[in-house]
């Protein structure tokens, strides 16, 4: 349930569906096994897992979603040798060359036969909502995966008007110049022991500080020499750290002041008195952490 990124958007309009609302919605979609015939299914699955029917979480006045991705494992080099034995078998029969469209004809045959055949593996992504904030967050950084999930929670609801949050001031300008010791860091934050810096010209290629003093001369030397920082870690009030880059998505998310319980000391406790606790302590620490770092970076960029 613990986020590691979080990509987030704002609502351009206030978010005031009801959770038992949005529940139904959801069902409509909910997620089911791939068939023989399918090479993928995503759907919505309860937040809380196994025990639970529920496919909103709520608590304090957020949502928790989760959406559920099955595909089959069909590797590209398996079709390809069985579309090149198909089509050697058939040259000899024919006594002439498959080309073009028979050759697509025959790749589709091969997929059809062989995805019944194939592993199935599943990935998931946990959508959490904040009307209060005007916010909706995806576990995720991947552009790929978050465009998936967005379309998914569409498809159900039928209308998602969000924008990804985009500052006054941009991320790398600001980063550089608090490496560089020309731009004072609010009291709030710190900067951890990571950064990427880039050439402006992408000519030299990129420098990857890790486990680093980030305050020492010679890491702010490399700012000086054309690079910006197009990474760097934070933390903030001591309670979450956390990389943020240039597109202002927050990966490598870390509690500082909680552990994620492991379960291993919590066996005689209700599970979903657990995962509700552990969910309301993250959503109200996003409520602050997110809006103060927007805030940081100039608020959101106007029209």
């Not at 790749?107 to 593996?121: G, H, I, S």
């Not at 993250?282 to 970076?297: C, D, Y």
């Amino acid at each position: 349930m613990w986020f590691k990124a979080a990509s987030l958007f704002h609502f351009l309009d206030p978010f005031e569906t009801k959770p038992e609302e949005l529940e139904e919605m959801l069902a409509e979609h909910a997620f089911s096994h791939v068939n023989n015939r399918q090479l993928y299914s995503y759907g919505w699955v309860p937040p809380m897992g196994q025990g639970s029917e529920q496919l909103v979480h709520v608590s304090s006045g957020f949502m928790l979603l989760k959406a559920r991705r099955e595909e089959r494992i069909l590797p590209a080099s398996v079709i390809k040798d069985h579309m090149a034995e198909r089509i050697e078998n058939l040259e000899k029969t024919l006594d002439r060359k498959i080309r073009g469209k028979e050759k697509l004809d025959i790749r589709d045959n091969v997929v059809m036969e062989l995805t019944p055949q194939a592993f199935t593996k599943s990935t998931y992504e946990q959508i959490l909502i904040m009307p209060a904030q005007g916010l909706l967050v995806i576990d995720s950084a991947s552009a790929k995966k978050i465009d998936q999930c967005t379309s998914l929670l569409r498809e159900a609801v039928g209308s998602l008007p969000v924008e990804p949050v985009e500052t006054e001031i941009g991320q790398a300008g600001l980063f550089t110049r608090w490496l560089k010791g020309t731009r004072k860091l609010p009291s709030e934050l710190e900067i951890g022991d990571e950064c990427v810096l880039q050439d402006e010209d992408n000519i030299a290629g990129t420098v990857r500080c890790n486990k680093q003093d980030l305050s020492s001369d010679e890491i702010r030397a490399l700012s000086t020499t054309g690079k910006h920082v197009q990474r760097i870690s934070l933390h903030v009030n001591d309670a979450i750290s956390f990389v943020l880059d240039d597109e202002f998505v927050f990966s490598k998310i870390k509690f500082l002041d909680t552990s994620p319980d492991d379960g291993s000391d919590m066996a005689d406790l209700d599970p979903r008195a657990v995962f509700d606790g552990n969910f309301t302590l993250m959503a109200l620490e996003f409520a602050k952490l997110f809006p103060q770092v927007i805030e940081v970076f100039g608020g959101y960029k106007k029209d």
